[in-house]
Antibody, heavy 115, light 107 residues
Framework: EVQLLESGGALVQPGGSLRVSCAAS????????MSWVRQGPGRGLEWVST????????YYADSVKGRFTISRDNSKNTLYLQMNSLRAEDTAIYYC????????WGQGTLVTVSS | DIQLTQSPSSLSASVGDRVTITCRAS??????LGWYQQKPGKAPKRLIY???TLHGGVPSRFSGSGSGTEFTLTISSLQPEDFATYYC?????????FGQGTKVEIK
């Protein structure tokens, strides 16, 4: 059974940094692209970033480019999202997702950016 | 960038009704489209990928069709557990894009 467990969500001040993680199990992590999608309060889904199976290729939404960095450690079956220069509009639940076709989703971790 | 437009944004329906949701892409995306269901307070779940392939374990009352720029999600006989918000997603190119969502409510 595929399991994706996000962690690291917190209350952060504007301009601050945070790293969220996603521990994966139940599938061969190193064989799948992984992504982050977020959902602001009362809002729809917004794709944030995707990393290839080997970590060599990354993609970002314009809204986070230059501020967020996606990475993975295939030896630890873990996906990361480093978020810098956080803004109020980054407040959201961040979901970790497995696969090119967004096959399975974690339960999400809440990031709140507020002073 | 490819944009997706879903319609309607919300609908009211009764148990047993046939429900159809449409997703239009701003340019052709072959069959590179998925559908997701989200219930309040829960993470989204995939229903369909490649426009018409049912995700494992998804009831057969759900079906998807379309290619190019126009796609539909159909629920053949709405069940109580189907009241939720539905999103389409294009996985043809980056940046990935979701539709704005369709909320299916009880009439």
């Amino acid at each position: 059974e595929v399991q994706l467990l996000e962690s690291g969500g917190a209350l952060v001040q504007p301009g601050g940094s945070l790293r969220v993680s996603c521990a994966a199990s139940g599938f061969t992590f190193s064989s799948y692209a992984m992504s982050w999608v977020r959902q602001g309060p009362g809002r729809g889904l917004e794709w944030v970033s995707t990393v290839s199976d080997d970590g060599g290729t990354t993609y970002y939404a314009d809204s986070v480019k230059g501020r967020f960095t996606i990475s993975r450690d295939n030896s630890k079956n873990t996906l990361y999202l480093q978020m810098n220069s956080l803004r109020a509009e980054d407040t959201a639940i961040y979901y970790c997702i497995e696969g090119y076709y967004f096959d399975y989703w974690g339960q999400g971790t809440l990031v709140t950016v507020s002073s | 960038d490819i944009q997706l437009t879903q319609s309607p944004s919300s609908l009211s329906a009764s148990v047993g009704d046939r429900v159809t949701i449409t997703c239009r892409a701003s340019q052709g995306i072959r069959n590179d489209l998925g559908w997701y269901q989200q219930k309040p307070g829960k993470a989204p779940k995939r229903l369909i990928y490649r426009a018409s392939t049912l995700h494992g374990g998804v009831p057969s009352r759900f079906s998807g069709s379309g290619s190019g720029t126009e796609f539909t999600l159909t629920i053949s006989s709405l069940q109580p557990e189907d009241f939720a918000t539905y999103y389409c997603l294009q996985h043809n190119s980056y940046p990935r894009a979701f539709g704005q969502g369709t909320k299916v409510e009880i009439k």
